[in-house]
């Protein structure tokens, strides 16, 4: 079919509102059908569609109007959707299907969409309308308030709400003297019950705003422009300007003079249809049974809704949403979810920390939890939030409910990797563009993603203020397992530290810094304790650079090295013993057998690296399977650790008839070099007895090919999503010279490489001729470097799993109940 007969069958959609809801609508009709509609968007302001949460970074002077631009000239084009910008509808003509635009523009529609969003209340007190009023809801008014910043001093905002105080944080960063008039006794009081508002005051103050709460404007004060505000109570306030965040009202203007049914909002059913089934309604500007929100999440909700009945998709409709809100002020962290009132029939868990200056409270009716408020440690409100939503029974860790996730699940939760596994896939990951686990996980698996960046613009997760970045990745990790290399960037080692991943192991040294503490001290660290991104790199450093003298911190290591097991989907674990170049005996795989069947152990599998696993272990057997098998004479396989998996072989010279040398035996040699040690990531070896590479040596990290004339040297290969197969360093004689320089290799890898960087991209990275020149070329080096390796071997080839049956760290196992008592 020609292209114009296409453009002809196709229906007119006609959007009023180029905002968030307006154009989440249309990506998710897109989505859906991408040709069933001819799509104008008209849209008030004279730009592009932005993503209007940011306006407070933005005036905080935290992004650029670029950073928040949510679509950008070219979606418009690429989408084949008029953009009608600067323009706003003024009329609509439900009988003749045509909207009509102040410059006089008419155009037809087939399906109308009104997402006209709200607008901001204005007190009626005298000199409203002064110039230096501003509001707070679009680009116009942030660059009012930066104009104003720039020749003004002093600004007033009226009203301590989320919007309010978001507004006055970032004036005060521009410079300005802010005070806050707040009508009510506590700041947020939607949000915040009276103590953790409290709190939020104490902190304000301390920043050196002045907050007036309990204190109701008269009027605004001024000639020619805005000098002050008054008080009831007689006092007057001075100000250049005065922001009025006082609250927001659905704009439906267009929607009542239309004749549409108009409540608070525009009336819509869970389909989002309006009383004309041939306009729809959706966003902040639509009343959903008796409810008009003002948040994005419940937004993103409804646009999915809509979309589905503009495709004609079957589906549940619009349900009503739960919202929960966080204040986007730098270092103040609050949270709150859901209805914390109180009443007869709930009853309040608390908890007060004075000297951390946290406040959290949870309060629950029918043992679920219907609301929550957090102050100062807010680490754990998608997990409250997330109970919230499924209403979800919490009888079984009431007790430890108030302490968070990390305690009330035994501990099991205390490393964020696993929490963030242990959400649903409808639990939300990033509120600010409405993404949740499920499409981020499947982005990445489906998409093939690998960096944060490619998730990012692919899903939108974390494109905005980033707060949800660490969970980003650790969906990441989560979803490509080893094969995430973490973000290969020169940038610093995480948000707790200025300093790069190769500076921190720079510093140790010359400082001869030796406890996580001490160089967080010395390298000034932003956080207390630091983060599931640095706290495992600095763990590794520190074992890396004083062999024998650091201690390893199990609160380090992610939950697989802490429990030497790896964890599997369902929560249990899988146990691999070592077996020496893959080689074993009938009294192992008895041991192996007995395991199994004493255990209930429900699968054994043979694994890539020519080991058994047993899968399905529940942790509180973990001491007594690796007791049995330590008896057997079994050691880990540290198939869970950042350490040497396995030693891979082929038959060889003893049982093949193309084999030259004796790769098992060389294999077994080596194991028994390298096994314990940790590195920067997994590290795999193998030994093929031949050219023919039986044991694909070649895509290993290190990879021996044993030739007629001695053996060829490979590194820096991997399996994985990318396969990359081996550079050759070079050939040697021997299987000493194997010996050495494969150590020398590991200890130069395990000095030089990055935290999370495996040997492919670290080679790739400093490049073959270098390894060449400090392996191949310099003797001496290279003999140094294995001496440091063999050094270090000494003190980490203990087997974790025996001080571990002699009943170290015995808590981490117990079952969730103990724990939690
Ligand atoms: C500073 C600020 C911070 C915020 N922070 C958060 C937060 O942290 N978390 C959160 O969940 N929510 C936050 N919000 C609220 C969030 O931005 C809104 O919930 C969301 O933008 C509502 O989307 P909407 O499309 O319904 O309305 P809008 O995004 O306001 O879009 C409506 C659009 O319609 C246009 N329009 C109106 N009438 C017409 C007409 N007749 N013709 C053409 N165009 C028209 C308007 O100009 C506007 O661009 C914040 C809001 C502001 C202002
Ligand atoms: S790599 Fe060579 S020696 Fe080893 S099993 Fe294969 S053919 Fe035999």
């Known amino acids: 079919m020609a292209r114009e007969d296409r453009e002809k069958i196709r229906e007119e959609l006609v959007v009023v509102g180029n905002g968030m809801a307006g154009c989440r609508a249309v990506e998710e009709v897109l989505k859906r059908d991408p040709h069933r509609y001819h799509i104008t968007i008209f849209g008030a302001e004279p730009r592009v569609n932005y993503n209007r949460i940011m306006l407070s970074p933005l005036l905080a002077g935290e992004k650029r109007f670029e950073d928040i631009i949510i679509n950008d000239e070219a979606w418009y084009a690429d989408n084949g959707i008029t953009l009608i910008a600067g323009d706003a509808v003024v009329e609509i003509d439900r009988a003749a299907r045509t909207v009509k635009s102040a410059s006089g523009r008419v155009v037809e529609y087939d399906r109308l969409v009104l997402a006209t969003g709200s607008d901001p209340f204005v007190l009626p007190v005298p000199g409203a309308k002064l110039p230096g009023v501003v509001t707070f809801r679009d680009m116009d008014d942030v660059d009012a308030m930066l104009r104003a910043s720039e020749t003004g001093r002093r600004a007033v905002v009226i009203g301590g709400g989320l919007l309010g105080l ?27 019950d009276e103590a953790a508002g409290f709190l939020l005051k104490t902190a304000l103050e301390a920043r050196g705003q002045t907050i007036l709460t309990g204190a109701e404007t008269e009027a605004i004060l001024g000639e020619t422009h805005v000098e002050g505000v008054r008080l009831t109570d007689g006092r007057v306030i001075p100000a250049d300007i005065v922001v009025m965040a006082v609250g927001i009202r659905p704009n439906t203007v267009l929607a009542q003079a239309a004749g549409l049914e108009v409540g608070r909002g525009i009336k819509v059913d869970d389909h989002m249809l309006t009383s004309d089934p041939a306009v729809l309604a959706v966003g902040e500007c639509v009343e959903h049974q008796d409810v008009c929100y003002g948040l994005v999440a419940p937004l993103w909700e409804m646009c999915a809704a809509l979309a589905d009945a503009l495709t004609a998709r079957p589906s549940e409709g619009y349900r009503g949403s739960v919202t929960s809100t966080k204040l986007k002020v730098a270092g103040l962290d609050v949270f709150s979810a859901g209805d914390f009132s109180g009443g007869a029939d709930c009853e309040d868990i608390v908890l007060r920390d004075a000297a951390r200056g946290v406040y959290k409270r949870v309060v629950i009716r029918d ?26 029974d919490i009888s079984a860790v ?24 242990a959400l649903s896939d409808n639990a939300e990951i990033c509120g600010c563009n409405g993404v949740c686990k499920g499409a981020i996980t499947r982005a990445i698996s489906e998409q093939g993603l690998t960096t944060l960046d490619a998730v990012r613009s692919v899903t939108k997760a974390s494109a905005s203020c980033g707060s949800c970045t660490p969970q980003v990745e650790m969906l990441l990790s989560l979803t490509l397992g080893d094969d995430y290399s973490g973000e290969r960037v020169v940038s610093p080692m995480c948000k707790c530290t200025d300093f790069t991943h ?57 939950v697989n090295e802490r429990l030497h097991a790896n964890i599997q989907k369902d929560g249990t674990y899988s146990v691999v013993p070592r077996m020496w170049g ?50 057997a004479g079994m050691v880990s396989g540290h198939a869970y650790g950042k350490a040497l998996r396995t030693v891979k072989t082929c038959v060889g010279s003893e049982w093949c008839r193309f084999g030259t040398q004796d790769s098992t035996g060389l294999g077994v040699r080596i194991e028994r070099m390298t096994w314990g040690s940790w590195m920067p990531h997994k590290f795999k070896i193998a030994v093929s007895g031949c050219p023919r590479n039986c044991a694909e040596a070649t895509i290993k990290d290190f990879g021996i090919v044993c030739v007629d004339s001695g053996y060829e040297l490979h590194i820096g290969g991997n399996g994985g999503i990318k396969v990359r197969a081996t550079d050759l360093l070079c050939k040697v004689a021997t299987e000493e010279e194997v010996m050495e320089y494969c150590a020398a290799f590991i200890q130069l890898y395990r000095e030089e490489a990055r935290y999370l960087e495996r040997t492919a991209p670290w080679v790739e990275r400093v490049g073959l001729d270098y390894i060449k020149q400090r392996i191949v070329e310099d003797a001496e080096g290279r003999a140094q470097l294995a001496a440091r390796f063999r050094f270090s071997q000494q003190f980490h080839q203990d087997d974790p799993w025996a001080s571990r049956v002699a009943g170290r760290d015995a808590h981490l196992h117990r079952p969730l109940s103990l724990a939690a008592e």
């Open 582 to 631: 893959g080689l074993t005996s009938a009294k192992e795989l008895r041991a192996i057998a007995d395991v199994v069947d004493k255990f209930n152990i429900p699968t054994v599998k043979v694994t890539g690296g020519q080991r058994i696993d047993l899968f399905g272990v529940k942790k509180e057997d973990l001491p007594a399977v690796w007791a049995d098998l330590n008896a």
């Open 502 to 558: 190769d500076d921190v192991r720079r510093l140790i040294l010359e400082k001869a810094l030796k406890a996580i503490p001490a160089v967080m001290q010395a390298l000034h660290w932003k956080t207390p304790d630091g983060c599931s991104s640095c706290r495992p790199a600095l763990n590794y450093y520190l074992l890396c650079a004083w062999p024998g003298e650091y201690a390893d911190d199990q609160q380090s290591r992610f």
């Open 166 to 192: 978001e507004a006055a944080h970032g004036l005060s960063l521009r410079g300005m003297e802010v005070t806050v008039i707040h009508l009510m006794p506590t700041l947020m009081e939607r949000q915040l």
């Open 398 to 421: 009431r007790d430890s409910l108030i302490f968070g996730q990390a305690f009330a699940e035994g501990g099991s939760f205390a490393d964020p990797r696993q929490a963030v596994a």
């Open 367 to 392: 043992s679920r939890i219907i609301g929550a408020v957090l102050y100062g440690d807010t680490g754990d409100g998608a997990w409250y939030f997330q109970l919230l939503r499924e209403g979800a």
